[in-house]
């Protein structure tokens, strides 16, 4: 099969990339600089040179492919507007591209903020609609573009998607610790976030490509809920650091624009995932991966 795969250098990218072309699908890769150009080039992987503003490439990458995983995002936390709106445009521009051809389309998504006091599963559909919701509303987007043609499928992210060169949310924590010097969480530590480690969630990307049904929503979730104080305390441990509890009018503050992401509840399960796909995470955990240094280099 052939595969467009925009943020096709990125964390998870790379990842998914090295599963598709174990799995022998050939791969063209979006790529923003020549330096990840010749990553992919590298790996055999094609390049179409672009981002997530060259709509017009975006287009004819899709056109030419058997599917397309949309991954990148510009992740600008000062300019969330600006973010959405680019996210929108694109996920429109592809399912433009894909309309009746019946053709699979995977895109990111992410667990946070789908429900409130339990594990997020699911069957629980995404309450984000329209241009100004957390990543321009795409998830319920694309999920509508099975009434022009298109087989989308949803693929949901943990908080943290975890391994050795991640450059992520933990990544960042580690960082502000490093900074402050103390591994902080927020309030009593006890909301939770789900994890998985990047080679897990590189395989169901690919097995859902290959298995999942139109308007399905995948959980890439290997752990259901790490609880905050515990990710401070392997913080703590990989540092040297104290260990201290932030109080929740000071978390914006200590944490800044990670805070708010950091004091929600992001617990997720997978079973329904894990069932269709016949997937089994088996990388290690976050704790093992904090612990084993993968944060430390």
Avoid: C
């Amino acid at each position: 099969m052939r595969v467009f795969v925009t943020g096709a250098s990125g964390w998870i990218g790379t990842a998914v990339v090295g599963e598709l072309l174990a799995a022998g699908h050939d791969v063209t890769g979006l790529a923003r600089s020549a330096a990840s150009a010749a990553k992919l080039e590298a790996k055999g992987v094609q390049v179409r040179r672009g981002d997530l503003d060259d709509l017009a490439g975006i287009r004819a990458g899709a056109e030419a492919a058997d599917a397309v995983i949309h991954l990148a995002n510009k992740h600008d936390f000062a300019d969330q507007a600006a973010s959405n709106a680019a996210e929108r445009a694109a996920v429109e521009t592809i399912g433009d591209a894909l309309e009746g051809t019946g053709r699979p389309f995977l895109l990111a998504s992410g667990v946070a903020g789908l429900v409130q006091g339990r594990p997020a599963t699911e069957a629980d559909a995404s309450p984000f609609h329209g241009p100004d919701s957390p990543r321009g509303g795409t998830e319920n987007l694309a999920l509508g573009f099975t009434d022009r043609g298109v087989h989308p499928v949803s693929l949901r992210f943990s908080p943290t998607v975890h391994g050795t060169g991640d450059h992520g949310f933990i990544a960042h924590l580690a960082a502000i610790a490093r900074e402050k010097g103390v591994a902080g969480y927020p309030g009593d530590g006890t909301n939770r976030w789900a994890a998985v480690h990047v080679a897990d969630a590189a395989r169901m990307v690919v097995l859902g490509l290959e298995k999942a049904p139109a308007g399905s929503r995948l959980h890439a979730v290997a752990e259901e809920g790490v609880p905050t104080k515990e990710i401070a305390e392997a913080i703590g441990r990989a540092f040297d650091l104290p260990v201290a509890s932030i109080d929740a009018a000071d978390v914006p503050g200590h944490f800044g624009w990670i805070g708010g992401f950091f004091a929600m509840d992001l617990a997720a399960t997978s079973t329904a995932t894990q069932e269709l796909l016949g997937w089994t995470p088996t990388g290690r955990t976050l704790i093992e991966d904090l612990d084993g240094g993968a944060y430390s280099g």
